[in-house]
């Protein structure tokens, strides 16, 4: 089970940190990946990680503005926000990858969180 947190409204500009935290033991062994989704739209890649960190992805539309990250320990993906625009706002899902490799298509997660609400006013 994948929980999200963190969502929430905010300026343009501003920043928020999303949490995703798994439940049973398998989550170090396995990449993570954040999605979002706006109304009307397609599902849509934002950043993805390996098991052990050690490569990160992201989309062409939040490089440089969001940074993904993880603590096995304590079996939780974050994804720092910052410098926010209108257009990111949507319903972000966090997913566990079917392996430990850093991938993108939305066929390469299986296990998906319910999502968490992120919206930025102008």
């Known amino acids: 089970q994948l929980v999200e947190s963190g969502g929430g409204s905010v300026q343009s500009g501003g920043s928020l940190r999303l949490s995703c935290t798994a439940s049973?033991?398998?989550?170090?062994?396995?990449?993570m990946g954040w999605f979002r989704q706006a109304a009307g739209k397609e599902r849509e890649f934002v950043a993805g990680?390996?098991?052990?960190?050690?490569?990160?992805s992201y989309g062409s539309s939040v490089q440089g503005r969001f940074t993904i990250s993880r603590d096995n320990a304590k079996n939780t993906v974050y994804l720092q926000m910052n410098s926010l625009k209108p257009e990111d706002s949507a319903v972000y899902y966090c997913?566990?990858?079917?392996?430990?490799?850093?991938?993108?298509?939305?066929?390469?997660?299986?296990?998906w969180g319910q999502g968490t609400q992120v919206t930025v006013s102008s």
């Open positions: 049973g033991d398998s989550f170090k062994s396995y990449s």
């Open positions: 990680i390996s098991w052990i960190a050690d490569t990160t």
């Open positions: 997913a566990r990858g079917i392996g430990p490799a850093t991938t993108r298509g939305n066929g390469q997660y299986n296990y």
